[in-house]
C-alpha cells in the first residue's frame, strides 16, 4: 500500500469547510486500479474498493459514510440531508448540513467545488462534456440557498488542453450554446479540436455570476503517475473530489 497522497484545494474557502481530491497513491487495489481506486462500478475488487474507502475515512476523520451517487453524465442535483442516505443517480450533490459529505468520482471528467463565502452550503458536480452541454454547473447553482456572486468554486483535476482531442461536431454543441466557448477549442495536428473543459467550466460559471473560480491546470492523461486517466487506460480506476461542511463539535 503507497502512502495516501491527496490534493487540498488552493481557494479561500470558509473555515468550516473541508475538501480534499484525491489522486490514485494509497490504497490496496492492484493491477490497472493501482492503488487507490474509489469507484465500486469499475470492476475492480469489491473488497478492495471498500477498504479503500474505509482508509479515507480513517486518514480524512470523518464520521460518516460519503454521499456515493451513481453517476449519469447529465444535470441532476440532489439535496443531502440528514434523512436522505440512499444512492442517487445524479452528477452533483448540495448539502447546508454539517458532516453530510459531498462527493464525485472522475478519471478525465472535471469535479468542480462549490461554498458559500460564508459556509453554510457546499456542493460538488461531476462535469464531464455531456454534464457541461447539459447544464450541471447552471443546476447545481442554481439549487444552492444563495447567490451566486457570493459562491467560491474550484476545478479539480481533469484532462488537459493538450490530451483532450475531440471533433468539430462537439465544439459547434458548445458555440451554438454560447458563441464565448469557441475560445476553449484550438486546432489538433490530426485534424480534430484539442478541448479545454477548464476554460468552458470557467466560461459558465463566470456567465452565471460566479467571480471567484480556482484550481484547474492538471491533466489527468500526462501525469499517469498521479492520476487514473479513462481515456488513457480505458477501464481504470477513479479518483474522489469531496467537500463538507465541519461539524463545531
Same mark, same amino acid.
Given at each position: 500500500?503507497? +502512502? /495516501?497522497?491527496?490534493i487540498q484545494p488552493n481557494w479561500p474557502a470558509p473555515k468550516n *469547510?473541508? +475538501?480534499? +481530491?484525491?489522486?490514485r497513491h494509497g490504497g490496496i487495489s492492484n493491477g490497472k486500479y493501482s492503488n487507490f481506486n474509489l469507484g465500486n462500478h469499475v470492476d475492480d475488487d469489491e473488497l478492495c474498493v471498500k477498504r479503500n474507502r474505509q482508509i479515507l475515512r480513517e486518514q480524512l476523520g470523518i464520521k460518516h459514510e460519503p454521499n456515493w451517487i451513481d453517476q449519469q453524465h447529465g444535470n441532476n442535483i440532489v439535496q443531502l440531508t440528514e434523512s436522505n442516505n440512499a444512492t442517487y443517480q445524479a452528477d452533483a450533490t448540495y448539502t447546508t448540513e454539517q458532516d453530510k459529505v459531498c462527493v464525485v468520482l472522475t478519471a478525465d471528467? /472535471?469535479? *468542480? /467545488?462549490f461554498s458559500d463565502q460564508e459556509g453554510s452550503c457546499v456542493a460538488v458536480a461531476h462535469a464531464g462534456w455531456r454534464g457541461l452541454l447539459k447544464g450541471v454547473l447552471e443546476s447545481t447553482l442554481g439549487a444552492l440557498p444563495a447567490p451566486n456572486n457570493q459562491i467560491l468554486c474550484w476545478l479539480g483535476p481533469a484532462i488537459g488542453p493538450k490530451n483532450f482531442e475531440v471533433g468539430e461536431d462537439l465544439k459547434d454543441l458548445f458555440v451554438s450554446k454560447d458563441q464565448i466557448h469557441g475560445v476553449a477549442f484550438k486546432p489538433s495536428s490530426t485534424g480534430k479540436c484539442l478541448a479545454d473543459i477548464y476554460q468552458l467550466a470557467k466560461n459558465i460559471l463566470i456567465n452565471s455570476g460566479v467571480e471567484n473560480v480556482y484550481g484547474g491546470g492538471c491533466c489527468t492523461y500526462s501525469e499517469t503517475d498521479r492520476f487514473y486517466s479513462y481515456r488513457r487506460d480505458g477501464n481504470t480506476g477513479r479518483m474522489a473530489t469531496m467537500i463538507w461542511i465541519k461539524s463545531l463539535i
Open positions: 500500500m503507497q +502512502s /495516501l497522497d491527496w *469547510v473541508a +475538501s480534499i +481530491s484525491t489522486t471528467c /472535471l469535479p *468542480v /467545488l
